[in-house]
Antibody
Framework: EVQMVESGGGLVKPGGSLRLSCAASGFTFSSYSFNWVRQAPGKGLEWVSS????????KYLASVDGRFTISRDNAKNAVFLQMTSLRVEDTAIYYC????????????????WGRGTLVTVSS | EIVLTQSPATLSLSPGERATLSCRASQSMRGYLAWYQQRPGQVPRLLIF???NRAPGIPARFSGSGFGTDFTLTISSLEPEDFAIYYC?????????FGGGTKVEIK
């Protein structure tokens, strides 16, 4: 079964850090690019970051650039999002999403989603 | 940044009716648009990609059309499970962006 499972979310104070993980199974992990997408409570979807199959090209939403770092480990079938200097406005469910029909730059559409992990930034 | 504007914000219809959802882009995206469905408490599901291609397993009652700046998702005859929020998303340029969503609710 194709699935992705996120972990690492939780409650953190403003300025704190978290590392999210996404464990994938049921498909050839190294053949796909992955993105992180977030959804604030009761709000819409927002792209956060992208990485390519070989992790040689990364992109970030402007508001997280310099604070978040995406990475992957193809040997462990996992994608990560290191988040530092967290802000209240980063509060959201963070989804790991697989890219369909990758254009080699980590951009595309999302055909497989994890169930998400909730990050709450509050004092 | 490409801004996607979805309309209407809410669509109130009855089962069996036809639903027409719009997504308008602030600049041309060629055909690089997808549609997702999100039911309450669930993760988004890809319905349509590249404007008009149904994703695997998506029923034929869902169809997409459009090019450039104007796109449409049509649900030919609403089933009870279709009442949900629908988002459009572009992959034409960075940052990748989503529309604000259209909620299809039971009338």
């Amino acid at each position: 079964e194709v699935q992705m499972v996120e972990s690492g979310g939780g409650l953190v104070k403003p300025g704190g850090s978290l590392r999210l993980s996404c464990a994938a199974s049921g498909f050839t992990f190294s053949s796909y690019s992955f993105n992180w997408v977030r959804q604030a409570p009761g709000k819409g979807l927002e792209w956060v970051s992208s990485t390519t199959r070989s992790d040689n090209y990364r992109k970030y939403l402007a508001s997280v650039d310099g604070r978040f770092t995406i990475s992957r480990d193809n040997a462990k079938n996992a994608v990560f999002l290191q988040m530092t200097s967290l802000r209240v406005e980063d509060t959201a469910i963070y989804y790991c999403a697989r890219i369909l029909n990758d254009n080699n730059y980590g951009s595309g559409y999302y055909d497989v989603w994890g169930r998400g992990t909730l990050v709450t930034v509050s004092s | 940044e490409i801004v996607l504007t979805q309309s209407p914000a809410t669509l109130s219809l009855s089962p069996g009716e036809r639903a027409t959802l719009s997504c308008r882009a602030s600049q041309s995206m060629r055909g690089y648009l997808a549609w997702y469905q999100q039911r309450p408490g669930q993760v988004p599901r890809l319905l349509i990609f590249d404007a008009s291609n149904r994703a695997p397993g998506i029923p034929a009652r869902f169809s997409g059309s459009g090019f450039g700046t104007d796109f449409t998702l049509t649900i030919s005859s609403l089933e009870p499970e279709d009442f949900a929020i629908y988002y459009c998303q572009q992959r034409a340029d960075w940052p990748l962006t989503f529309g604000g969503g259209t909620k299809v609710e039971i009338k």
